[in-house]
């Protein structure tokens, strides 16, 4: 009986589904390209060839073809792949950063600091992002860090929620107690002991909020207030290949499959986690 048990497998480390494992192989695939995309990249992704505009995939060494001016696609497919990488990694850890921040403080000072980040949060909430964020693109113009920053504004509030009743709750368990009468200071109380206890919850929240970074920015991009040329990003590629679509439909496919199955592997891994983190799914 007890070696059945001890054989059995423990739910935490259970072989990964073969769609997770997949899922997982498509991210390292995108972080190896945005990574070392200037040494796998046939040509610069600026580089232009007129003669050759518009060719399909697979002619004269252009494997996804070329646009409207003859750049090859998949260079720029894996340009773009870096950059939206960039600003989505950037937008969540800032996301996660603030929203983290504002939930320790609000859990530590309560009164009116809860209730304000609170209203905040349920502002932020009740406001479409997608309206706020073109209104403040429009005003202050495009630009890859304030874009950034901007998109890092977005569901911060998930993150003050779930640090707020998490570290409330483990401030009335024994151990942070136990910290605070042997003198431990709130920072140390908070970033030593309750953040990694939380982390995990966290880190399952920004799983699930990257795939809506890289889904907003792509929108901004396709209206033409995200990503400016010369640079390019995945949902700069889509705006401008929509004017080809019947001509040239390689232009806008591509960088739209990238979309798709990015987001769909980032939430699986997400869901997954969720599953293998959550203690009463045990």
Known sequence: ??????????????????GILLALLWIALMLFLAVFGDFVAPQEFTAMDLMARLSPPFTEGHWLGTDELGRDVLSRLIASI???????????????????????????????VEQAVLMLADFQAAMPFLILALAVLAFFGNDLTLLVLLMGLYGWERYARIARGLAISAGAQGYASA???LGGTPRRVYLRHILPNIASTLIVSM???????????????????????PMTSLGNMVGYGREYITRAPWILLSPAVVIVLTTLAVSSLGDWLRDRLDPTTR
């Not at 009986?1 to 073969?18: H, Y």
């Not at 990488?85 to 309560?110: E, K, M, P, Q, Y």
């Not at 901004?220 to 990503?227: D, E, P």
Request: hydrophobic letters at 55%.
């Open 1 to 18: 009986m007890a070696l059945a048990e001890a054989s059995a497998p423990r739910p935490g480390l259970a072989r990964p589904p073969l």
């Open 207 to 229: 799983t699930l909020v990257f795939p809506e970074v890289i889904l907003l920015e792509s929108g901004l991009s396709f209206l033409g207030l995200g990503v400016q040329p």
């Open 82 to 112: 870096r950059v939206s990488l960039i600003i989505a990694f950037g937008a969540t850890l800032i996301s996660a950063a603030l929203g983290t921040t504002l939930g320790f403080l609000a859990a530590h000072f309560r009164g009116w």
């Open 179 to 181: 910290v605070r009468q």
